[in-house]
């Protein structure tokens, strides 16, 4: 990237931030709420790009991690009295803590790539049956927050303080992967998900560093959890632990282009003003939600097919990459791809 490049995309990125701060002062709340629920999922995603991304472990557990940081920050301040300002914090802890469990298991068993999504499925689904069962935290029916104006305990009646919470939180998290994606941590990462073979045998503790990955990964999807059901005002089983949750991280990452800073932000805002958009379309609410799915999986044949680095590469190159099965190719085939070997040349060898 040049530096004239490189001085557009901080202008582009200053208007944005500048327009987002100042985007409550808008008569219509309805867009303060369209942009509060992207900035989470992008927050959310950005998260789970860590390790999906930097690291290429295909987590689909993450909706655990949602669920307790949200429980654990609602419970104490329901049952306990612990201020959700602490909550938060033991949420995420709590999820960070749950995630090294899962990890250590699935590390230590060599599970990879499907297996190693299977298993942190089955996991989450397990924990979504467990909170279901449990009437102390509700049940299926749930728990609700009370609407009480304290803001020493992150608590709100207006949805102007929890816009500026989200956004707080979604920038932490864009800092923190930038942080990771430029540090050592970063290119081990990438190295492991790359080839985990020869970083094993460069001397990388490939372990540590996926370790290292999940535990901050789980403690920001967990934070975020928390600050949904202060967000929200309602903890329910069904949607904190739902797969939903984690298949639009996913989604997000790869739509926006994985492995990136800003690729997640964008493919998990786009998917939301999709989102909000089929709302605008005259059908039943059970209708709109399969045309919701339908669109999901248009998007994914989309973004497999003719963006497998996503939106933020193709903004780069302003154009349609070849398709997946050539760049997923290996390296040695790509590079002798293009030699055109005669048949006198194969009969000599």
Not at 165 to 185: D, E, K
Request: charged fraction near 15%; hydrophobic fraction near 55%; include cysteine.
């Amino acid at each position: 990237m040049s530096r004239s490049e490189r001085a557009a995309r901080r202008w582009a990125l200053g208007a944005l931030a500048v327009a987002l701060l100042l985007l409550p002062l808008s008569p219509n709340a309805y867009v303060v709420t369209v942009v509060t629920l992207a900035a989470m999922s992008a927050a959310l995603a950005s998260a789970w790009n860590i390790v999906g991304g930097y690291a290429g472990l295909l987590s689909v557990g993450d909706a655990a991690y949602f669920g307790i940081g949200a429980y654990v920050m609602g419970l104490l301040w329901l049952k306990a009295g612990v201020s959700p300002t602490v909550g938060l914090l033991l949420g995420a802890l709590t999820s960070m803590v749950f995630g090294l469990i899962v990890g250590t298991l699935g590390f230590k068993s060599g599970l990879r790539g499907i297996y190693f999504a299977v298993a942190t499925l089955a996991v989450s689904e397990i924990v979504r049956m467990v909170a279901l069962s449990l009437d102390v935290i509700g049940g299926n029916m749930g728990l609700e927050i009370p609407y009480v104006s304290s803001p020493r305990h992150l608590l709100f009646r207006s949805e102007i303080p929890a816009y500026y919470l989200i956004l707080g939180f979604l920038a932490l998290v864009v800092l923190i992967s930038a942080r990771i994606r430029r540090s050592r941590l970063g290119y081990v990462l990438m190295a492991v998900r790359e080839r985990e073979a020869a970083a094993e045998a460069l001397g990388v503790d490939t372990f540590r560093c996926k370790m290292t990955a999940v535990a901050i990964s789980a403690f920001l999807v967990g934070l975020g959890g928390g600050l949904y059901a202060l967000y929200s005002h309602y903890l329910n089983p069904t949607f904190y632990f739902s797969l939903d949750v984690v298949v639009k991280m996913i989604l997000g990452t790869i739509l926006g282009g994985k492995g990136t800073v800003l690729g997640p932000v964008l493919g998990a805002a786009t998917l939301s003003g999709l989102e909000e958009g089929i709302q605008f379309i005259p059908l039943a609410t059970a209708r709109a939600a399969s045309l919701s799915r339908i669109v999901y999986a248009a998007l994914i044949i989309v973004v497999v097919l003719f963006m497998p680095r996503g939106i933020v590469d193709l903004a780069r190159r302003g154009r349609w990459r070849r398709p997946v099965a050539a760049l997923d190719a290996p390296v040695e085939e790509r590079l002798t791809a293009p030699v055109q070997r005669t048949t006198d040349e194969h009969t000599l060898r």
